[in-house]
């Protein structure tokens, strides 16, 4: 087999996936955006993905994101950050075209994204990063201290809230993944009701490969997949959730 058509194969299996989900739950599948996760993936498999009509991708790290950015020019595509950003890096992803931010976590970083986007006269789309597991290995900002950090990145016109993102817990326990994403969209539901002006929060980034069902019955619109369409990572997840934490 091509790595063309295990790439196409892959990416078959996971629309079908989607839209079983969404015929499950009562949805309409044009209701959830597949974001490809492609951390570690070469510039070559990705552009595979983006010839099957893909659109969005989702990096971690801005040095993967300087790497692949020229070998990817020529298809296109919106590009999503979902990983720790460090401040001193926040150039790095205006200059390197990501359109959302879906990894704000804390309020140090609104700042200084907004410093940043004032000089330059920019705006950027962000999605708040929410801790939904209680694992302490993870980012994203505790649920009951989201409705603040909302509130206080809402008076920062550079930067548009669009919604939430989480990443749920790992366990082959489907109800208690599952409950991490009902979180999710029981907060969102506060947080509309708290009416913060000017802050949409239609966008629920959540499930991933394992869980992705689970997530859209929850009322995700965005899935970010990666492992299921590209293959197994060489590097363990916590290369890439856990640096600067410990
Ligand atoms: C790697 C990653 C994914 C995709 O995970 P898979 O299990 O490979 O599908 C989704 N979201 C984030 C934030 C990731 O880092």
């Not at 992803?93 to 410093?115: F, M, T």
Request: aromatic residues 4%; charged residues 25%.
């Amino acid at each position: 087999m091509t790595e063309e058509q295990y790439i196409s194969d892959r990416i078959g299996e996971i629309r079908r996936r989607i839209v079983a989900a969404c015929l499950a739950a009562g949805r309409h599948p044009d209701e959830v955006q597949l974001l490809l996760a492609t951390k570690t993936v070469p510039a070559a498999r990705i552009m595979l993905a983006l010839q099957q009509g893909l659109r969005l991708i989702g990096e971690n790290k801005v040095q993967e994101l300087k790497e692949k950015y020229e070998a990817l020019q020529s298809q296109p595509h919106e590009k999503h950050f979902i990983g720790h950003l460090q401040t001193n890096k926040i150039k790095d992803i205006l200059k390197y075209g990501v359109s959302c931010l879906q990894s704000l976590d804390r309020i140090e970083l609104a700042e200084k994204l907004h410093q940043r986007l004032q000089v330059s006269e920019r705006q950027l789309d962000v999605l708040i990063q929410v801790n939904t597991s209680a694992e302490d290995s993870k980012f994203g900002v505790p649920p009951e201290e989201a409705l603040s950090l909302v509130q206080r990145v809402a008076g920062m016109d550079t930067l548009r809230i669009k919604g939430l993102m989480t990443i749920g817990l790992f366990s082959a326990d489907k109800e208690k993944v599952r409950a991490c994403f009902d979180r999710l969209k029981a907060l969102q539901q506060e947080l509309i009701q708290a009416r913060v002006p000017g802050v949409e929060l239609r966008e629920l980034s959540m499930g991933m490969s394992g869980d992705l069902e689970e997530a859209i019955a929850a009322g995700a619109t965005i899935v970010r997949v990666g492992t299921a369409i590209f293959g197994q990572r060489i590097y363990p997840d916590s290369y890439y959730w856990n640096e600067h934490k410990a």
